[in-house]
T-cell receptor
Framework: AQTVTQSQPEMSVQEAETVTLSCTYDTSESDYYLFWYKQPPSRQMILVIRQEAYKQQNATENRFSVNFQKAAKSFSLKISDSQLGDAAMYFCAYRSHNQGGKLIFGQGTELSVKP | GAGVSQTPSNKVTEKGKYVELRCDPISGHTALYWYRQSLGQGPEFLIYFQGTGAADDSGLPNDRFFAVRPEGSVSTLKIQRTERGDSAMYLC???????????FGQGTRLTVV
């Protein structure tokens, strides 16, 4: 069975600075997808960025980028130029290529942004 | 509607009672997922529908939990004989197809007292 681990329960960053959130996962599959979701206090889970395992190039979405290390099974999220609105819970998630789309989530990292 | 809608937003019920949680997916989305999120934890998969049928219900914790999607759109998660341990946020998500991006609702916070 696949597992996702986020070892940082809480992280803090100064506004305009850069922060990296860590995620490791375990799987025996070679084809899968990885995601970072943001869950603000409003509760709605919002997709931040996704990475296909077969792509070597790291995904980037504006201020958000990932460092995907397939051999090490590591998938970290870098947030550049942090903004107050980035404060939220961040979840790393895994999706198998052939299990209908269900997501396996990590425990989450609570990010606070200091003005 | 524009997004996934879950009702009610909050539900308080007494131990032993029956509850129903509703999910209205994005129109046209064939895949629908239910997750349960305990306080301070990540969501855990409960069940996945493709159309009207439950394609994967491996996450349902026991036979007190049941979900339906009779017409392939709205889904209802049903919990019988609720226990205090059932208290959690219940999240619903939908996708155009399996393995496409899933869009989440705002969840139903269930409290069993």
């Amino acid at each position: 069975a696949q597992t996702v681990t986020q070892s940082q329960p809480e992280m803090s960053v100064q506004e305009a600075e850069t922060v990296t959130l860590s995620c490791t996962y375990d799987t025996s599959e070679s084809d899968y997808y990885l995601f970072w979701y943001k869950q603000p206090p409003s509760r709605q889970m919002i997709l931040v960025i996704r990475q296909e395992a077969y792509k070597q190039q790291n995904a980037t979405e504006n201020r958000f980028s990932v460092n995907f290390q397939k051999a090490a099974k590591s998938f970290s999220l870098k947030i550049s130029d942090s903004q107050l609105g980035d404060a939220a819970m961040y979840f790393c998630a895994y999706r198998s290529h052939n299990q209908g789309g269900k997501l396996i989530f990590g425990q989450g990292t609570e990010l606070s942004v200091k003005p | 509607g524009a997004g996934v809608s879950q009702t009610p937003s909050n539900k308080v019920t007494e131990k032993g009672k029956y509850v129903e949680l509703r999910c209205d997916p994005i129109s046209g989305h064939t895949a629908l997922y239910w997750y349960r999120q305990s306080l301070g934890q990540g969501p855990e998969f409960l069940i996945y529908f493709q159309g009207t049928g439950a394609a994967d219900d491996s996450g349902l914790p026991n036979d007190r939990f049941f979900a339906v999607r009779p017409e392939g759109s709205v889904s209802t998660l049903k919990i019988q004989r609720t226990e205090r341990g059932d208290s959690a946020m219940y999240l619903c998500a939908s996708g155009e197809q399996p393995n496409t991006e899933a869009f989440f609702g705002q969840g139903t916070r269930l409290t069993v007292v």
